[in-house]
């Protein structure tokens, strides 16, 4: 059997990050759910139309459930940009944040060059950063930091 190396979420450099770039820290992010609304609210969408989920990572089973077996027991989240993301153009254009960046009461969320120096901390802190595979259609320009403890 070959050792086949499975490539799934691609890590951007430095200089491959838009000026535009979201970045989610995991690590920070507890799941609250408060970026989604503050989008919904903040971009007057429709009822049960969101621009930005959040994903729990643990059993898989239910939307809060931690996988594993007490005390022994893990789950994270991820916030994940759906194409519908307008980044917030109107806003950021008048040098504001994206409703959902603003919003995040746990500042797991970031934007622009202030994305672009936490990537590279967290980068510096061992965390593996990534993108979303194409598979996924999300937001490009959406870049996530792994959280670094014994969670997913
Ligand atoms: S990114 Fe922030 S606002 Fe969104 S779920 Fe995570 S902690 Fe809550
Ligand atoms: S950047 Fe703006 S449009 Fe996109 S999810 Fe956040 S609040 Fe919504």
New binding site residues.
């Given amino acids: 059997m070959t050792d086949k190396k499975i490539v799934w979420a691609h890590s951007p450099a430095a200089d491959e990050l838009p000026e535009d770039v979201i970045f989610?820290?995991?690590l920070?992010?507890?799941?609250?759910?408060?970026?989604?609304?503050?989008c919904m609210t903040g971009n007057k969408l429709a009822d049960g139309k969101f621009f930005?989920k959040?994903r729990t990572l643990g059993s898989g089973e239910g939307i809060d459930r931690p996988a594993g077996v007490w005390p022994d027991l893990r789950m994270s989240?991820m916030?994940t940009y759906s194409q519908f993301c307008i980044k917030c153009k109107p806003r950021t254009e008048a040098g504001e944040l994206p409703y959902?960046v603003a919003?995040?009461?746990?500042?797991?969320?970031a934007y622009g060059a202030d994305a672009v120096e936490k990537i590279e901390a967290a980068r510096q802190r061992g965390a593996r950063i990534y993108q979303l595979p194409a598979w996924e259609d999300s937001k490009e320009g959406v870049v996530y930091a792994s959280p670094d403890r014994k969670i997913i």
């Fill in positions: 989610v820290d995991r920070r992010c507890t799941g609250c759910w408060t970026c989604s609304l503050a930005v959040v989240w916030p959902c919003q995040c009461p746990n500042k797991a969320l």
